[in-house]
């Protein structure tokens, strides 16, 4: 209220002063002549404002507010935090035996496990219904993509789950948050060693692919600009020493990769 008031009174000030620079001017070219009532009328104008200036005073009226409604007071609730991270058992056995920056305790006792435990019992959870450790083979599935997913990670690749392209895993340069993924990756069992021969209906039955599932993966990789790797994993023998599975190095040492790239034919683009 009192600055509007001000800013009106300056606006006037502005006329008046413009007014009077104006008169000026045309007096001097001889255009109007002033008398000495003007001087006088203007003394008496200046002398005036001055007046309602210096007593001027502004009194605000007291604004009587409605009572507030007291709200009932409202109890403090704990928000929890939901926010957590998942792991896959490929992330989690990394983290742990690859980097060592990751320890998982038995939710009963509260204890580490050890490697050779944690190795056991994520293979056992890769089957559904989950295995019992006696029943273990060289091919597990947990196996065959820990394998995979420790090379590629030892390359320096970012290696994420490909479920959604209907592949093994996908491989980024930098990560999700960067860039796409430039490779899928399927992972294959491969029997090359002589003691699967004694087991050709293993084998086979693990080896074989129909030619439409192939072409599906390819297509599909295609279409969302990657390129489809095949990741063959030679299966070494069984272990014939008890107990030998307990040194974890020497036995993933006992698996070999083969990568073959694979991309889609069409006949427009590669005709010549």
Request: aromatic content about 10%; glycine content about 2%; hydrophobic content about 35%.
């Amino acid at each position: 209220m009192r600055r509007r008031e001000e800013r009106k009174e300056f606006k006037r000030e502005r006329a008046r002063a413009e007014k009077e620079r104006r008169e000026k001017q045309l007096a001097e070219e001889g255009k109007i002549v002033k008398s000495p009532d003007d001087d006088q009328e203007k003394e008496q104008r200046d002398a005036a404002a001055a007046a309602s200036s210096s007593s001027k005073s502004i009194t605000f009226a007291t604004v009587e507010l409605p009572p507030r409604r007291r709200s009932p007071e409202r109890p403090i609730v704990e928000v929890e935090d939901l926010e957590h991270l998942q792991l896959t058992l490929e992330e989690s056995f990394f983290l742990s035996f690859g980097l060592g920056v990751l320890q998982i305790k038995d939710s009963k006792t509260d204890e580490i496990i050890p490697q050779k435990d944690l190795l056991s019992m994520f293979r056992c959870q890769s089957y559904f219904p989950p295995r019992t450790p006696d029943m273990l083979q060289p091919d597990d599935p947990f196996l065959l993509n820990y394998v995979v997913y420790h090379h590629f990670r030892s390359l320096g690749w970012v290696v994420k789950s490909g479920i959604k392209f209907a592949v093994d895993y996908l491989l980024y340069n930098r990560g999700p948050v960067f860039t796409h993924a430039e490779f899928a990756v399927l992972v294959l069992p491969a029997y090359s060693h002589p003691y699967w021969d004694n087991d050709r209906v293993r084998k086979e039955e693990r080896e074989k692919r129909p030619w439409h599932w192939l072409h599906c993966i390819n297509r599909v990789s295609s279409q969302v600009k990657k390129t489809l790797i095949l990741v063959y994993v030679e299966v070494p023998p069984p272990l014939a020493k008890v107990g030998a599975e307990d040194n974890v190095p020497k036995m993933l040492a006992r698996y070999k990769v083969r990568e073959v790239a694979l991309r889609r034919w069409l006949v427009s683009r590669n005709r010549d």
